[in-house]
């Protein structure tokens, strides 16, 4: 053999660290020129000698090219993996964002207000029933419709004792005699004829007197002359009184006779008459109430109703319940330490693991001011939007967002992760090169972006696609700038 070459190559990359790569060539070895030729016989042996020989010095040399762990050095947490030059990225631009700061709970949907229906006759049977659970309902519309053929019979008769009753009492007042009723009529008419007369003696009395004292004044008459005019005055203001107290009592008479002798039986007729009357309209109340009609607008929650029921059954339970206006709520509970951090009018993600087209944005209402012994939580109402979708009872995430700053973040996959809450991203620099810079590391967002809290700027530039073969000063070619 004129020429034997010996290569041996390892490649050992772990991530793209290091590639080693061990090449051994042999000089030119003529074994047939070398040995004479009476050992040529010992030819295969010195061979694989010389064989054995070489291959031991290519597997210490391939030993000492890899250091054992107790040789390894410790890397820093900054130092990041060797990669091949001209290595195309992409990249991104540190940016201000809204961060909002929430918690997260869960809650549950509930009536906004829950408006029980109930039947207030009892032993009636339900006729009819006009509407079924999650029909919309306006105020007054008719919900059933009980059998009131009992109840109208009960009307007639009652009706019928109130005629009974007025009859009654005509008859009663009635009985004075009709001579006595006319003489005390006519009794009446003369003292108010006398009255009359009187007062207009008396009339005619004061203005004589009035124009007599302006003539007595200027001496035209003798005083004596007025002292009668004045005597004749009170003479007709006295017969104006007698004759009004004559008419009062002969109106007085008048109406004795007419309210007749017998008062206790009038009282008794005059009672008996509103009794009917009572009896009447309490009949035509429960008549009212064979009519059950909707308190409220809002939608059937809840049927209990069914035809052929009787009312009596129901004491204890509902006809219906009605979610007034259809309108629900959010009751979530928040544990004791977090509800300091919750006020009126904060904004709630809402989303349901079960139905995922549900996407909503309630209004924090109110918080309840009392926190559950056991279990240290408190409920926080919270108005919904209307939505179709939404069901009493439904259990549903949420997202309150307590408040909202601006933060610098970039993307989590432009940040390599290091010891002590810090990370590494490549800057990149103007010449297409790049710069390894420590970073503080904030809280992460929606699983895409983090929180820098130190060590960029707004607008840095930096390597986005890539990012793990990279090291500083690396020169890289970028494929989109994002």
Same mark, same amino acid.
């Given at each position: 053999?004129?020429?034997?070459?010996?290569?041996?190559?390892?490649?050992?990359? #772990?991530?793209?660290?290091?590639?080693?790569?061990?090449? &051994?060539?042999?000089?030119?070895?003529?074994?047939?020129?070398?040995?004479?030729?009476?050992?040529?016989?010992? #030819?295969?042996?010195?061979?694989?000698?010389?064989?054995?020989?070489?291959?031991?010095?290519?597997?210490?040399?391939? @030993?000492?090219?890899?250091?054992?762990?107790?040789?390894?050095?410790?890397?820093?947490?900054?130092?990041?993996?060797?990669?091949?030059?001209?290595?195309?990225?992409?990249?991104?631009?540190?940016?201000?964002?809204?961060?909002?700061?929430?918690?997260?709970?869960?809650?549950?949907?509930?009536?906004?207000?829950?408006?029980?229906?109930?039947?207030?006759?009892?032993?009636?049977?339900?006729?009819?029933?006009?509407?079924?659970?999650?029909?919309?309902?306006?105020?007054?519309?008719?919900?059933?419709?009980?059998?009131?053929?009992?109840?109208?019979?009960?009307?007639?008769?009652?009706?019928?004792?109130?005629?009974?009753?007025?009859?009654?009492?005509?008859?009663?007042?009635?009985?004075?005699?009709?001579?006595?009723?006319?003489?005390?009529?006519?009794?009446?008419?003369?003292?108010?004829?006398?009255?009359?007369?009187?007062?207009?003696?008396?009339?005619?009395?004061?203005?004589?007197?009035?124009?007599?004292?302006? &003539?007595?004044?200027?001496?035209?008459?003798?005083?004596?002359?007025?002292?009668?005019?004045?005597?004749?005055?009170?003479?007709?203001?006295?017969?104006?009184?007698?004759?009004?107290?004559?008419?009062?009592?002969?109106?007085?008479?008048?109406? !004795?006779?007419?309210?007749?002798?017998?008062?206790?039986?009038?009282? =008794?007729?005059?009672?008996? /008459?509103?009794?009917?009357?009572?009896?009447?309209?309490?009949?035509?109340?429960? $008549?009212?109430?064979?009519?059950?009609?909707?308190?409220?607008?809002?939608?059937?929650?809840?049927?209990?109703?069914?035809? %052929?029921?009787?009312?009596?059954?129901?004491?204890?339970?509902?006809?219906?319940?009605?979610?007034?206006?259809?309108?629900?709520?959010? =009751?979530?509970?928040?544990?004791?330490?977090?509800?300091? !951090?919750?006020?009126?009018?904060?904004?709630?993600?809402?989303?349901?693991?079960?139905?995922?087209? $549900?996407? /909503?944005?309630?209004? @924090?209402?109110?918080?309840?001011?009392?926190?559950?012994?056991?279990?240290?939580?408190?409920?926080?109402?919270?108005?919904?939007?209307?939505?179709?979708? $939404?069901?009493?009872?439904?259990?549903?995430?949420?997202?309150?967002?307590?408040?909202?700053?601006?933060?610098?973040?970039?993307?989590?996959?432009?940040? $390599?992760?290091?010891?002590?809450?810090?990370?590494?991203?490549?800057? @990149?620099?103007?010449?297409?090169?790049?710069?390894?810079?420590?970073?503080?590391?904030?809280?992460?967002?929606?699983?895409?972006?983090?929180?820098?809290?130190? %060590?960029? #700027?707004?607008?840095? @530039?930096?390597?986005?696609?890539?990012?793990?073969?990279?090291?500083?000063?690396?020169?890289?070619?970028? !494929?989109?700038?994002?």
């Amino acid at each position: 053999m004129s020429q034997q070459s010996i290569d041996r190559a390892e490649n050992h990359d #772990n991530n793209g660290k290091s590639n080693i790569v061990a090449n &051994l060539d042999s000089p030119n070895l003529s074994f047939e020129d070398d040995i004479p030729e009476e050992n040529k016989k010992g #030819n295969g042996l010195i061979l694989g000698i010389l064989i054995g020989i070489i291959g031991t010095m290519i597997g210490l040399k391939i @030993v000492n090219g890899n250091p054992t762990p107790e040789t390894t050095p410790v890397s820093s947490p900054l130092v990041t993996e060797t990669i091949n030059t001209n290595q195309t990225i992409s990249t991104t631009t540190a940016q201000i964002k809204q961060i909002d700061r929430k918690i997260e709970v869960t809650g549950t949907v509930s009536p906004y207000e829950l408006i029980p229906v109930m039947s207030q006759s009892s032993n009636l049977q339900i006729k009819e029933i006009l509407v079924d659970e999650g029909d919309m309902v306006t105020q007054g519309q008719i919900l059933i419709r009980l059998d009131d053929t009992i109840l109208q019979a009960e009307l007639k008769q009652a009706q019928a004792g109130v005629v009974q009753a007025q009859a009654r009492l005509a008859e009663v007042k009635a009985g004075t005699r009709k001579e006595e009723l006319q003489r005390a009529n006519e009794n009446v008419n003369f003292a108010q004829a006398d009255l009359l007369q009187a007062e207009s003696d008396l009339q005619l009395a004061r203005t004589k007197l009035a124009r007599n004292k302006q &003539l007595e004044a200027e001496g035209a008459i003798p005083r004596d002359r007025l002292d009668e005019l004045i005597n004749d005055e009170s003479t007709k203001k006295f017969n104006v009184t007698k004759n009004q107290a004559r008419f009062r009592e002969a109106k007085q008479r008048l109406a !004795e006779l007419q309210k007749g002798e017998r008062e206790e039986v009038i009282a =008794q007729a005059e009672a008996s /008459l509103v009794e009917a009357q009572t009896r009447v309209k309490l009949v035509e109340a429960r $008549l009212k109430d064979t009519i059950i009609q909707s308190p409220v607008n809002g939608k059937i929650a809840e049927r209990n109703a069914r035809v %052929g029921d009787v009312t009596s059954s129901f004491n204890d339970r509902k006809l219906f319940t009605i979610i007034e206006e259809g309108r629900l709520e959010l =009751q979530v509970k928040v544990p004791e330490n977090q509800l300091k !951090e919750i006020a009126s009018g904060q904004k709630v993600l809402i989303s349901s693991s079960a139905n995922p087209n $549900l996407q /909503l944005t309630g209004i @924090v209402r109110e918080i309840n001011p009392i926190i559950d012994e056991q279990s240290r939580q408190g409920i926080v109402k919270v108005d919904l939007p209307d939505n179709n979708n $939404l069901k009493s009872g439904m259990f549903v995430q949420t997202s309150i967002i307590t408040n909202t700053k601006s933060s610098l973040t970039v993307p989590m996959s432009a940040v $390599l992760p290091q010891r002590d809450s810090t990370g590494v991203v490549y800057i @990149v620099k103007p010449d297409n090169t790049v710069k390894m810079q420590q970073v503080s590391l904030g809280e992460i967002i929606n699983n895409q972006d983090i929180i820098i809290v130190s %060590g960029l #700027n707004v607008g840095d @530039v930096i390597a986005l696609k890539g990012v793990n073969y990279l090291q500083d000063g690396s020169k890289i070619s970028i !494929e989109n700038d994002q």
